[in-house]
C-alpha cells in the first residue's frame, strides 16, 4: 500500500489536520488526545504489516493469491494491513481467463485494526489466466484516520 494523497473530511473527524510544509508537502498532524493515542496505536499496526507481506510500502501491504476451482469459479484470497487504523476502504479483485473474466467488489467503514482478509469466489471465468488487486486506484483504496489515502500496489496470481 502506498500514499497518494490526503482526504482532509475524515482527517478532521479523527482529531488530525492536514498542513502544508514550506516545500509544499503535505502531512496529516494530531490536535487531540485521542488522535495521537491513535498514532501510538500505529507503530503496533506497522509490525503486523510488516509480518504479513513482504511487498510492504509506506502505508501498509496488500495481497491476492487465487485458484481455480470447480465450474468457472476462481478461489481468491485477498486484503490489506495497514499502518494506522483505517476509515474506510474500497476493495477490488479482478479475474481474466482465456475467454471470459469477472471481479468481485466490497467497501466499508473502518477496521479499526487497520487489517482486512476475504475469502471469495469469483464466478464465470472461463480459461486460465491472471487476476489481483488494481495497482494504484481509487477501487482499491484505504482512508486511514489520520486523512492519508492509500492505493494498493497492486498484487497478482495466476491460475489454470
Not at 58 to 77: L, M, R
Request: proline content about 4%.
Amino acid at each position: 500500500m502506498v500514499k497518494s494523497g490526503f482526504n482532509e473530511r475524515v482527517a478532521e473527524a479523527h482529531g488530525f489536520k492536514i498542513v502544508s510544509d514550506a516545500d509544499g508537502t503535505q502531512r496529516s498532524i494530531p490536535v487531540t488526545p485521542e488522535a495521537e493515542a491513535l498514532l501510538r496505536q500505529g507503530d503496533q499496526l506497522r509490525a503486523q504489516s510488516q509480518a504479513i507481506a513482504s511487498d510492504v510500502g509506506n502505508c501498509g501491504s496488500s495481497w491476492a493469491t487465487g485458484a481455480k476451482i470447480a465450474n468457472d469459479t476462481v478461489a481468491v484470497n485477498t486484503g490489506f494491513q495497514v499502518f494506522l487504523a483505517a476509515s474506510e476502504y474500497d476493495w477490488t479483485v479482478y479475474a481474466n481467463g482465456f475467454i471470459t473474466g469477472n471481479s468481485w467488489y466490497t467497501g466499508g467503514l473502518g477496521p479499526a485494526s487497520g487489517y482486512k482478509n476475504w475469502n471469495v469466489g469469483i464466478s464465470n471465468v472461463v480459461g486460465p489466466g491472471w487476476g489481483g488487486v488494481p495497482y494504484a486506484s481509487a477501487s482499491a483504496s484505504v482512508i486511514l484516520v489520520d486523512g492519508t489515502v492509500c492505493y494498493s500496489v497492486g498484487p497478482t496470481f495466476t491460475f489454470n
